[in-house]
């Protein structure tokens, strides 16, 4: 398939931009630390593959059909995440320590926001538009394809985990952690709405 070395660039750069669920696992990875957010990353993978599967096989032809139920589910996300964006610009402020209890999101939670979130559909109608074929079976293809994307996607959402962890070792004082809470909330913001307005 010649088109698997630009599927894979595409995916990369898709899954590594930051995007409301990477700001969200960044966050979680420096509040509980990667063992408790790996789940979250495998559940945001998942079902990342599995819109992207959706609407290779058939979703994405009913979406360019209603248009307006696509609007929808672009608008319906957009606010879940700015009323998560809100809840974190005000949440209280908790020590960051590896005996934190993971209590918000949770690997359904990830798989979720991934459903909803306007960056994940876009990206699953670029696939359509840009790596679809004609000459192979179109459920075969999809599935090849799907698999790419996991593949590179995990190792990316981890790498922000990552990134979230090492922030954890500058945030020393309850007044850094509300000011990481608050540069998140304001990036997940932001990012849902310029997903939605791009």
């Not at 088109?3 to 660039?9: Q, Y």
């Not at 930051?18 to 990667?34: C, K, M, Y």
């Not at 007044?175 to 997940?188: E, G, H, K, S, T």
Request: aromatic letters at 8%; glycine letters at 8%.
């Amino acid at each position: 398939m010649p088109n698997l070395l630009p599927f894979a660039l595409f995916a990369f750069v898709a899954s590594i931009t930051p995007g409301p669920t990477n700001i969200l696992i960044l966050g979680h990875g420096a509040r509980f630390g990667l063992r408790a957010t790996l789940p979250l990353v495998l559940g945001a993978c998942l079902s990342a593959t599995l819109v992207l599967l959706l609407v290779g096989v058939g979703l994405g032809e009913v979406l360019l059909t209603y248009p307006r139920v696509q609007q929808l589910m672009t608008w319906l996300g957009v606010a879940w995440l700015t009323w998560l964006g809100w809840q974190l610009l005000h949440a209280g402020v908790t020590p960051l320590t590896s005996t934190a209890q993971p209590r918000d999101l949770g690997p359904l939670g990830a798989a979720l926001l991934q459903a909803i979130n306007p960056k994940v559909w876009l990206m699953a109608m670029a696939v359509i538009g840009l790596f679809n074929s004609a000459d192979a079976d179109p459920l075969q293809h999809m599935l090849k394809l799907s698999l790419l994307f996991l593949l590179i996607a995990l190792p990316c959402m981890t790498t922000w985990a990552l990134m979230g962890v090492g922030s954890a070792r500058l945030l020393r004082s309850p007044q850094q952690v509300r000011r990481l809470n608050q540069l998140l909330a304001l990036l997940l913001i932001a990012s849902a709405w310029l997903a939605a307005l791009g």
